[in-house]
């Protein structure tokens, strides 16, 4: 039995979706926020709750077609393992986020609709990265919870 964790997690790309090249291998790191309404029976309208964001990670082929279909904004469903990535900023502290290494990541065809497109691209061997600077840089920006 395997004790990874593994998630689905539905929401709105919330920041670019940039290619990045590791050693030998093409990866990306973006956040999805997902915003849960609820009916609120008193005022007899739908309430927001709190925004939840989700750091993602996807590495090879499915970076490579992620960054060519993925824009700010875009509902999407992500499954994959939850990991804990720790780095140490520049000034010395360390740091920790939970991030969700996909291994399917899809537009939400619940919310609108999309058309596939095979294309066909050389296999690349695995290699490590440079996640931790990626890190820092996405919890540096600033963004705001996309419209639901």
Do not use: C, Y
Not at 62 to 69: G, I, M, P, T, Y
Not at 129 to 144: F, K, R
């Amino acid at each position: 039995m395997s004790s990874d964790n593994i998630l689905t997690f539905h929401g709105n790309v919330g920041t670019p979706v940039a290619l990045r090249e590791g050693a030998a291998v093409p990866w990306v790191l973006f956040r999805v926020a997902s915003t849960p309404s609820v009916w609120d029976q008193a005022s007899r309208s739908w309430r927001d709750l709190p925004t939840t964001w989700m750091s993602v990670k996807a590495f090879r082929q499915l970076a490579q077609n992620a960054a060519d279909s993925l824009e700010v904004g875009d509902p999407v469903v992500v499954i994959g393992r939850l990991r804990t990535e720790t780095w140490t900023t520049k000034e010395g502290e360390v740091r920790e986020t939970l991030v969700l290494e996909a291994t399917v990541v899809a537009h939400d065809l619940a919310r609108g609709v999309t058309r596939f497109r095979k294309v066909d691209r050389q296999q690349q061997a695995p290699s490590s990265d440079g996640t931790a600077a990626a890190l820092a840089e996405l919890e540096s920006q600033a963004v705001e919870a996309p419209a639901a």
